[in-house]
């Protein structure tokens, strides 16, 4: 009971907070999210240690990032998505080889390389690992509040933003394979593409089958349930049986449901409860995640050359693709700093680094150092960047 009793008083604080610092920021010309990741920061251990990270509240943060993956999916412009593939999977690609080397050539050169295979290389190797992830979520959540989410622009982000953690993932396993010989990288491999041959077959029937429901029952609550629903489940199918971000298959399930016609009806109500509840919780969950204690003046210097390093090569490798496309300077910098947020795959990565021995508990204060920067970062120069234009479609604020 105290659990509990303790959790209403944490959501208050952490909705309150939010609301007031997404109000702050948006009269200061920023991006809500942007107000709601500070809250966290002002209202966790790192500042006032009014609200602790738990394990109910990094579930429902799990739980508001794929809300926002799946309104995401609902919204995207299928067609640009498909014009945007080929192009969206060479940034994704060049996205994460980048950051990789260059994270690996950061760590050498601050405690060296050592052997090829030892220990040190794997951590070397590691480090540049954690910087390969896109946080989607923050990224989203940034393009939906400028109204650019079904821009050319907007679905190209997104989508390379998508494989980008899908092919992160692949890295990581292979970097935890050569360290591991019990783990089999290529099952990922194996394990990826049977996902997206899932998604393909399941996509097809359950898209049928809505077109269905929505054609008997327009505009009927129970639309959006069953699409709540089958957000969930994809979501767990994508995770459990295949090894893929859940949010992937949260984005896959609102994929499914964008053509239909009551495809904005299902997301103005998916909407409701990732604005008012758990989107906050989610964006919040930054700030609480963050401690600085115990930084010594090394770990200083090598965590600001670590985000440093991170924000530049994704902005270099991304946009640098962008260009290549024939996107102007303007664009393949908006490609390149929507594609530099880090978040909750990163953690994970690093969480899974500290799990098998590859990454040392000191350094997890670099990592959170980088999704703080990045995500206060991004939707700010993002909205600069976009200044002027006109919007790609009308969004609630």
Known sequence: METTIELFKDLAIIILAAKVCGIFAKKLK??????????????????????????ILAAMAEIGVVLLMFGAGLETNF???????????????????VPLAGGTLLYGGFYGFGEIGSEQFYRAVFIGTIMTATSVGITVQ??????RLKGEIGTLIVSAAIIDDVIGIIVLTFVIGMKNPDSQPLDVVKNTGLFFLFCILAG???YYIFKYIDKRHPHQRRIPILGLALCMIMAYC???FFGIADITGAYVAGLILCNLRDSEYIAEKMDISSYMM????????????????????????????FVAVALLTKIIG???VAKIFRYNMKDSLKVGIGMMTRGEVALIVA????????????????????IIVSSILTPILMKLLFRGEKPAEAENA
Do not use: M, R, W
């Open 142 to 147: 940034t393009l939906k509040e400028l109204g």
């Open 79 to 97: 067609k640009e998505l498909l014009k945007t593939g080929p192009k969206a999977l060479l940034i994704a690609i060049v996205g994460v080889f």
């Open 278 to 305: 758990f989107g906050p919780v989610f964006f919040a969950s930054i700030g609480l995640k963050t401690e600085f204690s115990g930084f010594t003046p090394e770990l200083l210097v090598f965590s600001l050359l």
């Open 238 to 240: 994508a995770e459990h």
């Open 30 to 55: 920023a991006p809500q999210v942007v107000g709601e990741i500070i809250a966290g920061l002002l209202i966790g251990p790192s500042i006032l240690g009014i609200v602790e990270q738990s394990d």
């Open 204 to 206: 097809i029937i359950c």
């Open 351 to 370: 969480q899974k680094g500290l799990s098998v021995g590859l990454l040392d508990s000191v350094y997890f204060t670099s990592v959170i150092l980088l």
């Open 318 to 320: 991304c946009g640098l």
